[in-house]
Structure formats: structure tokens, C-alpha cells
């Protein structure tokens, strides 16, 4: 080999070693303190879109998991509000059956009526208070009878989606049916029966009974005090006289022979409670969809993120060999170069 000064090759090739140990460590260093074995594009370009791409599931399927987890505390929410509605309304029921029965005078009826009065004030109450973050539960109406019910709701004719997947498409989402949301006041429960008949007689006709002539209501709507006087007057066997205009107190007579009497009520209150009851199943069935929802999104967010940690994680193990080893080829490397600087001094001796 031809000894020369200006070009010293055996150093070329020490510092190429050298730096090649150097960036072999630094890698392994970033890997072993990132807990990434792929950091940059550069380390596997398409490791890195991918990774990119399941990260970014990820975090969807989280805010998914929260959907699912949110439509259910809304759908128990609604649940357990149906299941007061339903409480009062038993009671109603209980109280037009013991109505109906003739051994009790007017004082007894007029105590029934009372209570039945103000349960029916508190069926609409809950109804119209019943909500879940802003999304009013049980007053959707295309045609509300009172206006102090006409209110943004928060939901559309199409009821509510839930997002419980990754994608725009009818399999992410879950939708609950309009109707289990509809209007459970006084009004919302009872105005569709006006027309039907149970047991021969309308609603029409047994509201009209629990009125005497002399009683001109200042508002028929069912969501009104002179609804409730009304409504509960049917349920007891009673019909509303009047109303002080001072204090507004109703006064009560008996009904006549010829009315039909309170046990009438009966069917049209348990028509009510069947509509409740029938919205309870109804929510039961989509809570049952949105668990196996949450159950599915949690069983993807594993898979994904045991995929990803195949892909993207440091086998610290064997990241740390690599480590070892390229520590040991920069030493060698340092040392060697340290010689191979000092080989053109050689050409001294030759001078």
C-alpha cells in the first residue's frame, strides 16, 4: 500500500466506522427513551402512515366509547322518569277504582280528587322537566296542544343518534326511535284518546260528564289547572261546579245517575300506563344495543392497540443489544481512529 501524508485512508475508514456506531447508538438511545421504535417517518415510512392511522382510531373509538356510555345514562335517565309517570298513574288508577265504588260520599270523593288533581300537576311537572344535558326527554310533539310545552327540545323527528363507530355510515350509529321520547304530559298521554272508545264511551264523553252546566273553563287543555279539575273530577266521580276567581278554588257536585262514573276512567288511565310501559321495553331493548355497542368498541380498541404495539413499540431486549453493541463499535472505532490518525507520522522515519 502506497504511503502517503495529504490522504490517510485507514482514517477515512475509522471515521466512517465511527460514525455509523454513532448513529447506530443514538437510534437505539431514542428508541430505548421514547419507547418508539419508530420515531420518524424515516424509520419505516410505511409503519409510520399506519401507526399514524390506528392512533388516530383510537382516539375515535375512545369519544365513540363515551357516546355509548352517555346515550346509556340518557336512556336510564328517561327510564327511571317513565317510571315515576307510571308510579302516579297507578296510583290515578287505584284511586278511580276506589271511586268508582258507591260507598263513599262526597267528602270522600273530593279527597280522592285532590290527590288525583295533584298527581296529574305532577305527571306533567316531571314530564316537562324530564331532560339529559340540554335534550328534553318526553315533550317531542308535532302538534303540541299548550304552548308553554312548545319548546326546543334539542331532538329531531328523526330521534336521537348515537355515534358508536368510527365512520359516517347507518352501522356506526345507533338510533333511538322518536317515540320514546314523545309527550308524556297530561296532554301527551291522554289527547290521542279523546275519539276512542273503551268499554262503549269515549274520553270526549266522560270529561264531558265531570262538567256541569255552570261550569265555563277559562281552558280545556289538558296541561291547564281547569284540565286537571276536569280530568281528576272524571276519575272520582265528580263534576267541577265552579271556580272561585279569587283564590281558585273549584267546588265539586256529584255526578248524575245518568253519567257513566268513574270506574269508566279505568281503561283509558291503563291505556297510559301501557304507553309508558311500552317505552320503558322499548329503552331496555336499546340499552341492551348500546351495551353490546360498548362491548364491540372496546374488543376493537384492543385488537388495535395490540396491533399497534407490534408495529410501533421498542422491543426493549433486543433495542438494548443493538445499544450495547454499537457502544462498543463507537469505542473501537474512537480507539482505532486514534492510531489510524498517527500512521502518517510513519513517513517521519522515511525523511
Not at 346515550?71 to 284511586?95: F, M
Not at 305532577?122 to 308553554?148: C, W
Not at 270526549?204 to 284540565?227: C, E, I
Request: net charge negative; aromatic share 6%.
Amino acid at each position: 500500500m502506497t504511503l502517503t501524508i495529504n490522504t490517510n485512508v485507514p482514517s477515512m475508514i475509522a471515521q466512517r466506522s465511527l460514525n455509523n456506531a454513532t448513529k447506530s447508538l443514538n437510534t437505539s438511545l431514542e428508541r430505548l427513551t421514547t419507547g418508539f421504535k419508530i420515531n420518524h417517518a424515516a424509520d419505516n415510512a410505511a409503519g409510520y402512515s399506519i401507526s399514524d392511522r390506528w392512533v388516530t382510531q383510537l382516539g375515535s373509538l375512545d369519544i365513540a366509547a363515551d357516546n355509548a356510555s352517555m346515550g346509556n345514562d340518557l336512556l336510564s335517565t328517561a327510564e327511571q322518569n317513565y317510571s315515576l309517570l307510571t308510579a302516579h298513574l297507578q296510583r290515578i288508577r287505584d284511586l278511580a277504582v276506589q271511586a268508582g265504588n258507591g260507598t263513599y260520599g262526597s267528602t270522600s270523593l273530593k279527597a280522592m280528587q285532590s290527590e288525583i288533581y295533584a298527581r296529574l300537576e305532577e305527571v306533567s311537572r316531571i314530564s316537562g322537566n324530564a331532560e339529559y344535558n340540554g335534550v328534553k326527554l318526553m315533550l317531542y310533539s308535532t302538534q303540541t296542544e299548550d304552548a308553554e310545552w312548545d319548546k326546543t327540545l334539542g331532538i329531531s323527528s328523526d330521534g336521537i343518534n348515537l355515534q358508536v363507530g368510527l365512520y359516517a355510515e347507518d352501522d356506526s350509529v345507533i338510533n333511538l326511535d322518536i317515540n320514546l321520547f314523545k309527550n308524556a304530559t297530561v296532554s301527551g298521554l291522554f289527547k290521542g284518546m279523546e275519539s276512542k272508545s273503551i268499554q262503549g264511551v269515549t274520553l270526549t264523553q266522560m270529561l264531558t260528564d265531570a262538567k256541569a252546566t255552570s261550569f265555563t273553563p277559562t281552558s280545556t287543555k289538558y296541561n291547564s289547572d281547569d284540565g286537571y279539575a276536569i280530568f281528576s273530577a272524571a276519575c272520582s266521580g265528580l263534576k267541577v261546579l265552579s271556580k272561585d276567581a279569587n283564590t281558585g278554588e273549584y267546588s265539586f257536585i256529584l255526578q248524575d245517575k245518568t253519567d257513566r262514573g268513574a270506574n269508566k276512567m279505568i281503561g283509558f288511565i291503563d291505556e297510559a300506563i301501557t304507553d309508558l310501559s311500552t317505552r320503558v321495553t322499548k329503552i331496555g331493548a336499546a340499552q341492551n344495543r348500546v351495551d353490546s355497542a360498548s362491548e364491540a368498541l372496546d374488543v376493537q380498541s384492543q385488537n388495535i392497540s395490540s396491533s399497534l404495539s407490534t408495529l410501533r413499540d421498542t422491543d426493549v431486549a433486543n433495542e438494548s443489544s443493538k445499544y450495547i453493541q454499537s457502544q462498543i463499535l463507537q469505542q473501537a472505532s474512537a480507539t482505532l481512529l486514534a492510531t489510524a490518525n498517527q500512521s502518517p507520522s510513519i513517513a517521519l522515519n522515511l525523511i
